[in-house]
């Protein structure tokens, strides 16, 4: 990010130089040159859905709009309290005390079938991770069904 700020800044100060420091004749000249960006840029981060939102609700709607059901099941490892220290690869504890540390592991269930799983030092972590986990799977599965109708509409032509 930092390195577009720089670029900004240096188009500004070459913009205002150019213009012999006018600043209305400045600011027009740039945001003739960045408006533009700065829309669509807009226009695409309306479009993405926004992770920063409640995934979890994000992942109820997705499956909600195409009619299917779904079900968070939570697994407790362990029987310690929850902790927010770090975990390996496997969901195991880094801490030291490998037998007392609480592990949730939760798996997104659609229609049955578990389509993603994440874990979590607390039930809320452990669905945060299935859930990231369930949009990315969707967004992977979105993109090979759209890959394949392509390649059958050319097919058919």
């Known amino acids: 990010m930092q ?3 720089d670029l900004v800044e240096s188009l500004a100060g070459a913009v205002l130089l150019d213009t012999n420091f006018d600043m209305e004749e400045g600011m027009a000249v740039i945001a003739r040159l960045l408006l533009p960006e700065l829309q669509r840029a807009a ?3 309306e479009s993405a859905p ?3 939102r409640n995934v979890v609700a994000l992942v109820h709607e997705l499956y909600a709009k195409r009619g299917q059901e779904l079900k ?3 697994i407790i490892r362990g029987a310690g309290p929850d902790t927010d220290g770090p975990l390996s690869a496997e969901g195991a504890p880094l801490d030291g005390a490998n037998n007392c540390a609480k592990i949730v592991v939760c798996n997104v269930v659609v229609d049955g079938v578990v389509v993603a799983s994440g874990y979590g030092s607390s039930s809320k972590a452990a669905e945060r991770a299935a859930c990231l986990q369930a949009l990315q799977e969707s967004q992977s599965v979105a993109k090979v069904t759209a ?3 392509e390649v059958d509409m050319v097919v058919e032509k």
């Open 43 to 45: 226009a695409r981060s």
């Open 72 to 74: 968070l099941d939570n």
């Open 3 to 5: 390195v577009i700020a």
């Open 50 to 52: 926004d992770l920063n």
């Open 147 to 149: 890959v394949v109708l």
